[in-house]
């Protein structure tokens, strides 16, 4: 490839010491530094075989396989690089929703605890939506749907923990306006129970009885047996108020294993490589191997 | 020295909620009178809360609140007339033990170790002059 | 008004290159215009046939092609597909023709870039324009993109002051339809600012406002700033300076007539000239305040103003004005009030005449408060600093607090909070952006300072400990003079309340037997408490125990003594346990170089409770600082204190004041004070009274400011002295000690210290000269020592 050489005098970005070799020799190289995870040689492989091939089969599933690579070795953003050139090249092919459900799982793992920035859930949230979106009958929309909840649930937590702030510091009105849209906005998450409980909280401070009577009666509506209840029973109770809704069933309070069940988990090992799609890529049209010009 | 009032929620210049007409007043004449209301009520909009609050800030002490009123319109569901105007202070105000339960969250925690190092910066800030002077301890700061 | 006489020859930059084909390759056709159907394009499509496409599959182009087997199409549709294909970015040219049944589209894709290089940038480094280009190896190659990146090419010449740079995109084909993109550059000649004149300045001279614009002439010695080169953005910001410093300095007429910036024939730099219209100095009328809020009263206002009749106009005082104004109105709980000073300029008497109308504004209030950017700090940390709650009125002057307060934190590069639209019209939210910066210092160095011989110091200081806004300090650091380990943490809301606590623990070796004669080993730990008192001042209360162990080996202290017979009858091991409180007024502009205002500190310990020391130490501080220009920085400082016994105990030698090195330059460690000048050993014995006294001017250095390098002109004056009468007296004769001399002496130096912010960390040099002395003092006149200033 004296050609390159001759057209620009300052050297390729990354290095380009690999001789032109067949492109399945250099696929084939690539997946094994993956297979004894040594992700970054591996990427070298596999850009290689981009580079020297674009238009093979193989490049396509090589982006694919850098995506990967990267992903592993946590190295999101070049992860999510790498499926968006995937999905911008090769859009309409079946392989692509692996590139949008990788570039949705970089950012779900990037998910931080509620008393910092959540701008990587809201990235995470708007990426998974959008493999359910494009892809509805895959195995990864199904994970993209579990995955979902549990994002509005992170979400829902944040506006709780500051809810719960400003309730303890006496900004009672603010702390209203947040678990209020708790209740508005992620109504199906494990949180509306204790929004609900921190609103009959805030109104009693507030002196607005009734209107703590009628979250109390919602909450013990719906969620009869949650220990919010039993405890917003026992509150009104001890107000001198009667909450005209039935006797909470469930006294017990919540387990360790019910507390430890829902904390999330990164399994990195659950998330499936490429998949090895049935058309095993067709020997290269021309013959790769061009003697060295 | 003077604790200082911050002045939080509704303010009421001209136009004060108490002075809502039962029966005369709407949910339009209201907004436009008063603007639109604190909070509305979880699961009936037709009750509107107009909350404002006086807070004490002074040194070291918890801020404390010294004044609240707290003003609750009613709305006929059909003619949106107001029905009952509900005014309640801060004595009507009933002191609660907040629960210290939460539900639990996920997402990563800053690693003990990342927090020291995680962004280490140059230039040192430390203290380290050379106050070698005898007798002189890092303690008298 | 800038208008160049005449565009530059071959100055002007390039018109936008177009892509020229490079030699021996024709490139695809120019943009093609869209295939604009002709003949009946219209019927039913029964079957659509895809040609030309080599990478991109049939299926690809079938899901971007808004048309599908069975539809009946008509032109617009055919039109449509064309141009949704374009929007694509994946062709150059897409082609369709409904002939008979059958959908014909013919495509031909945009080549793949095989790599990005740039040719004849010598200024601007290869990777600073690869950053600026969009174009990416192994990204699609299309000229939409390359005439973006030359354009953005060409402006970043621009801003680094090469105006006249061309740049010229080539392509190289190669086989399996990639190209190599290349991005030929002729920087052209660097165009300069020779010089700068102004016409129609009567009241202040050339060079003045030569000062006051930001653009500079190029100099040999201003190679390293980029200020000297012609930036016509520039030049309009210069005249907004302009404007801003005459209507500051009471030219209320002030009108710049035009700029004008010529290039030199010899082409290698612009002549700017401002020619202006100064207008007559004018003072402040009748100054007013009116109001319709029944409940504010105009007359109260009128003495929050900080402008009185006849002083010299200001723009900045009004703006001062519309604040206090503002704010005062917001105490009152008038959140939603509008401040519009009304001018009315007299041109007889040359006053002009103020009326501050203050009127309810809209009503606006705040429903959320959404904190972005904090990747490291707690939500609670910065959302407790801030002035204004979800629900409350939308203030401006406190909103514009809350971002200081949260600036103040220290954490944050910047901060910026914006409106955010609101869930309804009457409401806003509020965005609060934070960029955090390294709270974390893992520092070890060693240095070499003229006292301590080598030293090596390595510590850990993480001034936002776990996001929670806690300082966390462990540091060791062993001389040849001390060895310490001192671990220090302090929690600034403490309990939730405005209340800082902190405590510290400290191991201290001390070894002066080359100065003081006696070493010490001490242990111990300090309990704090500090807390605003007014909206300047702060008071910090402390418990400190610590027990100290003087040795001073036997050997010495044996007859005749060679070390100073008072220090070996304080041998032994005491426990001091004092409780002390720190009273402090700061009124300076900015804690760590201030430029204005002063600071006030009152301090005293009492030991005595328990343990074996009993003395009672006052000091206090002072410093006031004025800033002539940014260069020119006057401080004065003061610091005096005193330590006397009770009970009938004395103050022991290491509890005493001892002055000298840092805090008084010219003299040694411990050199100012009293002094057994026994031959033998010559011993500093420390005072129980010391007041010293610092006055320093700094000076420009005319280095650029990245080197972070301070000089100035210093003068410290002072004394130290006064002993117990039993410290007088020979500790085994009681006869009284000739040798042992204190007297409270005036001493004096003066000199030049220089501070560098050097990558090791800050070192200070001092040169100095000492003026007058102590026939007893020791004195040294170069010293080289790390500090921090705080």
């Known amino acids: 490839c004296a050609l390159l050489r001759k057209a620009g005098k300052k050297k390729e970005d990354d290095n380009t010491a690999y001789q032109e070799a ?152 603010s702390s209203i306006g947040r678990f209020k849209y708790v209740v508005d906005h992620f109504q199906t998450t494990s949180h509306t129970p204790e929004a609900l409980y921190r609103l009959v909280e805030a109104y009693l401070t507030l002196g607005a009885v009734d209107e703590a009577k009628r979250n109390a009666a919602v909450l013990g509506y719906n969620f009869p047996g949650d220990q919010w209840y039993a405890d917003a029973y026992k509150l009104m109770q001890s107000k001198g108020l009667h909450p005209d809704t039935p006797e909470p069933t469930n006294t017990k309070p919540h387990g360790f294993f019910h507390k430890a069940v829902n904390v999330l988990t990164f399994h990195k090992d659950q998330t499936p490589a490429p998949p090895k799609d049935d058309t095993a890529p067709a020997a290269p049209a021309q013959p790769a191997a061009q003697p060295k010009a | 020295c003077a604790p200082t009032n911050m002045f939080q929620g509704f303010q009421a210049i001209e136009a004060k909620p108490q002075d809502v007409k039962v029966g005369e007043d709407t949910k339009s004449t209201v907004m436009s009178r008063l603007g639109s209301p604190s909070t509305v009520s979880t699961f009936d909009p037709n009750v509107w809360f107009y909350v404002s609050q006086v807070t004490q800030v002074q040194s070291f002490y918890h801020p404390k609140v010294v004044r609240r009123d707290v003003v609750a319109l009613t709305f006929n569901k059909d003619d949106e007339k107001v029905v009952n105007v509900a005014t309640l202070s801060l004595k009507d105000g009933r002191v609660i033990a907040y629960n210290g339960r939460e539900t639990p969250t996920r997402g990563r925690e800053l690693s003990i170790l990342e927090q020291l190092l995680g962004n280490l910066g140059q230039g040192s800030l430390l203290n380290n002059n050379q106050d070698l002077t005898p007798g002189s301890r890092p303690g008298q700061r | 008004q800038t208008a160049p006489a005449g565009p530059p020859p071959g100055a002007a930059p390039a018109p936008p290159a177009a892509v020229t084909p490079a030699p021996g390759a024709p490139l695809v056709p120019g943009a093609p215009a869209p295939a604009n159907a002709v003949g009946e394009q219209s019927g039913v499509v029964e079957r659509i046939v895809i040609q030309g496409n080599v990478r991109i599959e049939q299926d690809t182009i079938l899901s971007y092609l808004p048309i599908q087997v069975g539809d009946r199409i008509g032109p617009a549709q055919i039109d449509l597909g064309v141009k949704t294909l374009f929007k694509t970015d994946l062709f150059s040219d897409v082609n369709i023709q409904l002939v008979g049944g059958e959908l014909d589209v013919r495509v031909a894709e945009n080549p793949i870039i095989n790599q990005v290089v740039f040719e004849g940038n010598d200024n601007l480094k ?19 993109k390359v005439q973006g990146d030359v354009q953005r090419i060409v402006e970043l010449y621009r801003r680094s002051g090469r105006i006249s740079v061309t740049v010229t995109p080539k392509i190289v084909e190669l086989p399996q339809k990639r190209v190599d993109l290349i991005f030929e550059i002729n920087e052209g000649p660097k165009s300069g600012i020779t010089r700068i004149n102004f016409i129609g300045n009567k009241q202040f001279s050339d060079n003045d406002l030569r000062g006051v614009v930001v653009t500079r002439e190029s100099r040999i010695y201003r190679f390293l700033s980029s200020n000297d080169n012609y930036d016509p953005d520039r030049l309009d910001y210069d005249q907004e300076q302009l404007r801003k410093f005459y209507r500051n300095h009471g030219f209320y007429d002030f009108r710049i007539i035009n700029t004008v910036a010529e290039l030199a024939p010899d082409k290698n730099g612009f002549a700017v000239t401002y020619t202006i219209d100064e207008g007559p100095k004018y003072h402040f009328g009748k100054v007013k305040v009116e109001t319709q809020l029944k409940k504010l009263n105009g007359a109260v206002l009128q003495q929050l103003l900080p402008i009185r009749e006849g002083q010299l106009y200001e723009d900045k005082k009004i703006e001062d004005a519309t604040d206090a104004l503002t704010f005062a109105a917001g105490a009152a709980g008038f959140a939603f009030v509008d401040v519009e000073p009304h001018y009315t300029p007299n041109r007889q008497t040359r006053t002009v005449d103020l009326t501050f109308n203050v009127k309810e504004g809209p009503r ?114 062993i001389g040849s003079l001390r060895q310490q380990i001192s671990v220090s943490f302090t929690e600034p809301r403490f309990l939730g309340r405005n209340l800082s606590a902190g405590s510290d623990l400290y191991v201290t070796k001390y070894d002066f037997s080359q100065y003081a004669g006696y070493n010490t080993a001490s242990i111990g730990g300090a ?57 402090r007024w700061d009124h300076r502009n900015d804690p760590f170089n201030p430029t204005r205002g002063f600071f006030t500190e009152f301090s005293q310990d009492f030991a005595g409770l328990g343990g074996s020391v009993k003395y009672v130490r006052s000091e206090a501080k002072g410093g006031w600082y004025h800033g002539f220009t940014p260069d020119w920085i006057f401080s004065a400082t003061l610091n005096t204190g005193y330590i006397g016994g009770w009970g009938g105990s004395n103050v022991l030698v290491n509890d005493r004041f001892y002055v000298g090195g840092n805090d008084f330059r010219g003299f040694q460690i411990a050199g100012v004070g009293p002094r057994d000048t026994t031959p033998a050993y010559n011993q500093a014995l420390g005072g129980k009274f010391k007041a010293v006294a610092s006055l320093e001017q700094t000076f420009p250095d005319f280095l650029p400011e990245q080197y972070g390098i301070r000089t100035a002109f210093f003068t410290d004056v002072g004394t130290a002295g006064l002993l117990d009468a039993h410290d007088l007296r020979d500790p085994i004769t009681h006869a009284l000690e000739p040798r042992i001399r204190d007297n409270l002496a005036f001493r004096a130096s003066a000199g030049i210290s220089v501070w560098w912010k050097s990558p090791l960390g800050p070192i200070r040099i001092d040169l100095s000269d000492v003026l007058s002395k102590a026939s007893y003092d020791r004195t040294e006149n170069f010293r080289f020592s790390t500090s921090t200033r705080f």
């Not at chain 1, 309730?167 to 009105?173: A, E, I, K, V």
């Open chain 3, 126 to 144: 290869d990777d600073k324009l690869r950053d600026e280009v969009t174009v990416r190896p192994r990204g699609i190659f299309t000229k939409g």
């Open chain 3, 527 to 583: 309990l704090r408490l500090g807390f605003a008192v007014g909206s300047y001042s702060s008071l910090q209360l402390r418990y400190n125990l610590h027990s100290d162990d003087v040795q001073v080996d036997s050997s010495l202290c044996g007859n005749p003594p060679s070390v100073s017979p008072i220090l070996c009858a304080e041998r032994g091991h005491t426990i001091t346990s004092l409780v002390g409180y720190t009273l």
């Open chain 3, 364 to 477: 606006v209030y705040i429903d959320r408060i959404d904190i972005v950017g904090n990747t490291r700090t707690l939500d609670p940390v910065i959302r407790r600093e801030l002035q204004v709650t979800e629900g409350d009125a939308y203030n401006r002057v406190l909103v514009d607090r809350s971002k200081n307060q949260v600036k103040a934190l220290g954490f944050f590069k910047d901060v910026d909070i914006t409106q955010i639209p609101g869930s309804a019209p009457d409401r806003t939210g509020l965005q609060v952006k934070v960029t955090e910066q390294p709270t974390g210092e893992l520092s070890f160095s060693a240095g070499y300072s003229s006292i301590d011989k080598l030293v090596l110091d390595l510590g850990v200081s993480e001034r936002d400990f776990r996001g929670r806004g806690q300082d966390l300090r462990a540091e060791a650091s």
């Open chain 1, 22 to 173: 067949p492109v399945d020799q250099l696929y084939a190289a690539g997946a094994a530094k993956l297979d004894s995870h040594q992700w970054s040689e591996g990427i070298v492989y596999f850009k290689e075989v981009e580079r020297q091939h674009p238009y093979s089969e193989w490049s396509r599933r090589a982006i694919l396989m850098q995506a990967y690579a990267h992903y592993e070795a946590n190295q999101y953003d070049e992860a999510v690089a790498d499926s968006n050139r995937f999905a911008e090249l090769y859009p309409g092919n079946p392989t692509a929703a692996y590139a949008y459900y990788l570039k949705a799982e970089c950012y779900f793992e990037q998910i931080v605890d509620v008393g910092r920035d959540q701008s990587s859930t809201q990235q995470a949230l708007v990426a998974m939506q959008e493999v359910e979106r494009r892809f509805p009958n895959t195995e990864y929309a199904l994970d993209a749907k579990l995955k979902i909840d549990m994002i509005n649930d992170q979400l829902a937590g944040k506006e709780m923990a500051i809810g719960r702030w400003y309730l303890r510091q006496g900004d009672t009105l």
